[in-house]
């Protein structure tokens, strides 16, 4: 944390936040991206098979949907991992004050 002065003489401490680690954040966003490019692959695959001769709308839309879908349900995962990563940090930090103050 650090102090910084706003000019009348009274040091400031950055107040602490619940959210986690920027490698955390960084890795679920890594896994929404990967979740996007594999659910588009299975999406093109898909509606490749399904059709037959030069049918490249049904493809593109295939690949969206399945793009979109995998990434939006990769992305709730992520968003709940965080939020007990960041719960379970702030349980942690309560029962280290509480041994704390019990010597």
Known sequence: MSMHDDGDGIGL???PTALPSVLARALAF???VVAAVCGGLAGYATSALQ???GCVGP???G?????LAAAAGVAALAALV??????????ASVQLRRKGAQR
Request: glycine share 14%; hydrophobic share 50%; aromatic share 4%.
């Open 51 to 53: 059709c037959s001769g």
């Open 82 to 91: 965080l939020r007990s990563m960041s719960e379970w940090a702030d349980q």
């Open 63 to 67: 690949t969206a949907i399945g793009a």
């Open 59 to 61: 493809a593109l839309g």
């Open 13 to 15: 401490t950055a107040a």
């Open 30 to 32: 890594g896994a929404i």
